[in-house]
């Protein structure tokens, strides 16, 4: 049963950064296709963010390409999401996903 679990969300000012980690455990992550990662901001719908094949292939949102880097690391079983350039836009709940699981999310906040 793949479990995921994220972290590294915190308070940052606009124009800084944070990494996201997210762990996976019940699976080795090489043998799954792809990550996701989404977000959901107060009394929004959850929206995508970025995707990672297999491969190392990276596809982002438009509001987020330029500025974050999805990547994985298949000897320590886990997603990353580098964020750079945050506004305060970015704030949010960040969850990654893989095949049909979810993790329960990290919290971003964005102070601006």
């Known amino acids: 049963q793949v479990q995921l679990v994220e972290s590294g969300g915190g308070l940052v000012q606009a124009g800084g950064s944070l990494r996201l980690s997210c762990a996976v455990s019940g699976r080795p992550l090489s043998t799954l296709y792809t990550m996701h990662w989404y977000r959901q901001a107060p009394e929004k719908q959850r929206e995508w963010v970025a995707t990672i094949s297999s491969g190392g292939t990276g596809s982002y949102a438009d509001s987020v390409k330029g500025r974050f880097t999805i990547s994985r690391d298949n000897a320590k079983n886990t997603a990353y999401l580098q964020m750079n350039s945050l506004r305060s836009e970015d704030t949010g709940a960040y969850f990654c996903?893989?095949?049909?699981?979810w993790g329960q999310g990290t919290q971003v906040t964005v102070s601006s």
């Open positions: 996903k893989m095949l049909s699981v």
